[in-house]
């Protein structure tokens, strides 16, 4: 559990408070802690592992002492649940919209007498809420809008989390003899991060019995409509999946059409209309006459264009790309020869150094990086050089033990808000691979930022940036820095932009990449296990990589071992 984690529970302890009026005193110990707990260059969970009594901390106290030690055992904060409970949860769904604090909230409340987001539209529409003492108009709107964003982002899954259902949903169709075939479309055929439902085409003989099968599974609570062309459910907790039918004879068209983007379709279809013709989920028409509808690669082709991979299909160049040829050559799974990182039990892993290098072995990897997390340097007098380096003998001697692979002695060092790595210089010097990650800290000023990361790539003694921008899909927006200056100095120090495989994180966002990409930088994939099953993360990664428009020669361990050697001496 991450610091920002554990910060963001007592702010909304104190948001939940100051919801019941609560006493002051007690909302704003709780407002420090948590600023003192975002303030920590180093993770609570790893001070509490050195031994440090938390409850000495200033600010923090005996009472916020014991909540931590128990959200970090447990993942979970009683008073938190408490809280939650007693208050309707349409007031602290209200609290979720941008620019709605606890007193506005209450205001609505008790004024309005609103009691959920739908009631808050409602009232907005009503225009009642700019009626009240501080709103106004504007605000009213920006309430609206508010509300918009929240829905949209609270519904949308990570894309792991689609594909798990995914799996399931697959064993019940997989096994139903009243369809012929199926095919995923969608957001998560084009491997977006986060997906708002799930699209299914289906041919079956039989429309009606064909749905009836599908309504079996066990995972649907809900219909949500039925019909001829289409059929909508709700799995258990609302999540959504639509079913459409097809006909062989218009598969590409309507395979095409359902995997998006919308953008993208949009772009065809106007391409389409400039050559006279139409083009729907049915097929490309001049007039009546069907030009091409069976598969997307002939209606790519009717268009003047190349068949374009669904992760690029987003109109953001693609399509001009595709006019000319140009499409690049997207890296694949295959291409990918090793891990640049991982946990051992060293830090905060599962597995061992051993575990983990059979278990990369087995994937057909030829070498993966151990970057597990030095001690914390608040903690010991100084940086734990020993430590370092007993754990780096410890990965060369099973190194030694495997023949054709190489287990990189690496680690994944902080760079702390004063702009320093936590490892002294030697002990960085003495590693095989060195990650460079900000853990601590991220609310800095978009300048302080950009020289704290500057300051680590021009140390010259790091070969990658872990998690370049920090951003947490739904939690944790991208820190803002001055990109093109990190790019300069990435390539000046020749320093790789990792990308990280974990669901929710998978930085970097595309539009910094594509520039990185464009102007040389290499970038490194590292799945970031945290335990041996975890190394099977890398497909995600390269699906990310592949919506950046990232080819072979742009990722550094595509590399095979000799060139790795090569490239990463410093
Ligand atoms: P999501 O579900 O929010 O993660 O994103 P998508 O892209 O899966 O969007 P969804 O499920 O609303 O629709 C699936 C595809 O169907 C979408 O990517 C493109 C196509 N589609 C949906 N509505 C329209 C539309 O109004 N016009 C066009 N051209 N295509 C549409
Ligand atoms: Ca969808
Ligand atoms: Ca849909
Ligand atoms: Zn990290």
């Keep these: 559990m991450e610091n920002t984690q554990i910060a963001n529970i007592f702010d909304e302890i104190a948001d939940l408070l100051?919801?019941?009026?609560d006493n002051p005193s007690r909302i704003r110990a709780y407002r420090r802690a948590a600023r003192t707990i975002r303030k920590m260059s180093s993770p609570l969970e790893e001070q509490v592992h050195a031994g440090r009594d938390l409850s000495k901390?200033?600010?923090?106290?005996?009472?916020?002492?014991?909540?931590?030690?128990?959200?970090?055992?447990?993942?979970?904060?009683?008073?938190?649940?408490?809280?939650?409970?007693?208050?309707?949860?349409?007031?602290?769904?209200?609290?979720?919209?941008?620019?709605?604090?606890?007193?506005?909230?209450?205001?609505?409340?008790?004024?309005l007498g609103v009691q959920s987001l739908e009631e808050l539209v409602t009232a907005c529409q009503a225009h009642r809420v700019r009626e009240l003492a501080g709103f106004g108009p504007k605000s009213e709107q920006n309430v609206i809008n508010?509300?918009?964003?929240?829905?949209?982002?609270?519904?949308?899954?990570?894309?792991?989390?689609?594909?798990?259902?995914?799996?399931?949903?697959?064993?019940?169709?997989?096994?139903?003899?009243?369809?012929?075939?199926?095919?995923?479309?969608?957001?998560?055929?084009?491997?977006k991060e986060t997906i708002g439902d799930l699209?299914?085409?289906?041919?079956?003989?039989?429309?009606?019995?064909?749905?009836?099968?599908?309504?079996?599974?066990?995972?649907?609570t809900d219909v949500i409509s039925r019909g001829n062309e289409r059929v909508s459910v709700r799995l258990g907790d609302g999540f959504q999946v639509d079913f459409r039918f097809f006909n062989p004879s218009a598969f590409g068209a309507a395979w095409l059409y359902f995997t998006g983007s919308k953008a993208h379709n949009i772009q065809l279809r106007?391409?389409?209309?400039?050559?006279?013709?139409?083009?729907?989920?049915?097929?490309?028409?001049?007039?009546?006459?069907?030009?091409?509808?069976?598969?997307?690669?002939?209606?790519?082709?009717?268009?003047?264009?190349?068949?374009?991979?669904?992760?690029?299909?987003?109109?953001?160049?693609?399509?001009?790309?595709?006019?000319?040829?140009?499409?690049?050559?997207?890296?694949?799974?295959?291409?990918?020869?090793?891990?640049?990182?991982?946990?051992?039990t060293a830090s905060d892993g599962k597995n061992s150094i051993k575990e983990m290098a059979d278990a990369a072995r087995k994937q057909g990897l030829t070498y993966l990086a151990i970057t597990d997390h030095p001690k914390p340097m608040i903690m010991a007098n100084g940086l734990d050089h020993e430590s370092a380096q007993k754990h780096a003998d410890a990965i060369r001697t099973v190194n030694s033990q495997m023949k054709g692979f190489w287990l990189m002695a690496g680690i994944e060092v902080d760079v702390l808000k004063n702009n320093r790595l936590d490892l002294m210089e030697n002990t960085l010097r003495s590693m095989d691979w060195v990650v460079a990650s900000i853990h601590s800290t991220?609310?800095?000023?978009?300048?302080?930022?950009?020289?704290?990361?500057?300051?680590?790539?021009?140390?010259?003694?790091?070969?990658?940036?872990?998690?370049?921008?920090?951003?947490?899909?739904?939690?944790?927006?991208?820190?803002?820095?001055?990109?093109?200056?990190?790019?300069?100095?990435?390539?000046?120090?020749?320093?790789?932009?990792?990308?990280?495989?974990?669901?929710?994180?998978?930085?970097?966002?595309?539009?910094?990449?594509?520039d990185a990409c464009d102007a040389g930088v290499r970038f490194a994939l590292g799945t970031d296990a945290h335990s041996a099953t975890e190394l099977k993360l890398m497909p995600l990664g390269v699906t990310v990589a592949r919506r950046r428009w990232l080819r072979k020669e742009n990722i550094l361990n595509t590399l095979t071992i000799a060139e790795l050697q090569q490239t990463i001496r410093h």
Excluded at 281 to 296: I, M, Q, V, W
Aim: proline letters at 4%; glycine letters at 8%; a positive charge.
């Design 18 to 21: 100051e919801l019941r009026d």
């Design 57 to 111: 901390i200033p600010t923090i106290g005996a009472a916020t002492a014991t909540k931590i030690h128990e959200v970090l055992k447990t993942g979970n904060c009683k008073r938190l649940n408490e809280l939650r409970e007693t208050i309707p949860a349409g007031l602290i769904d209200m609290m979720g919209i941008p620019g709605v604090g606890p007193r506005s909230v209450m205001q609505l409340h008790q004024e």
């Design 146 to 191: 508010g509300i918009t964003a929240v829905d949209k982002t609270k519904r949308r899954i990570l894309y792991l989390e689609a594909a798990s259902r995914l799996d399931s949903l697959k064993k019940h169709l997989d096994g139903l003899t009243e369809l012929n075939r199926w095919y995923v479309a969608g957001s998560f055929r084009r491997g």
């Design 199 to 220: 699209d299914i085409l289906v041919h079956a003989n039989n429309r009606k019995i064909a749905s009836d099968a599908i309504l079996r599974y066990e995972g649907v």
């Design 270 to 344: 106007r391409i389409a209309q400039d050559k006279g013709w139409k083009l729907n989920e049915y097929g490309l028409f001049k007039a009546d006459h069907r030009l091409a509808s069976k598969t997307e690669a002939a209606l790519y082709k009717r268009l003047g264009m190349d068949w374009i991979p669904p992760e690029l299909r987003e109109n953001l160049g693609e399509i001009k790309q595709a006019m000319s040829g140009q499409l690049p050559r997207l890296v694949t799974l295959k291409d990918i020869r090793g891990d640049i990182q991982c946990h051992t």
């Design 442 to 514: 991220p609310r800095m000023s978009k300048t302080d930022m950009t020289n704290r990361i500057l300051a680590a790539v021009k140390s010259g003694l790091v070969h990658c940036l872990g998690h370049p921008l920090g951003r947490i899909i739904g939690q944790r927006d991208p820190i803002a820095v001055d990109m093109d200056s990190i790019i300069e100095a990435c390539l000046e120090y020749n320093v790789a932009l990792g990308i990280n495989c974990q669901p929710n994180r998978l930085d970097i966002p595309v539009h910094y990449c594509r």
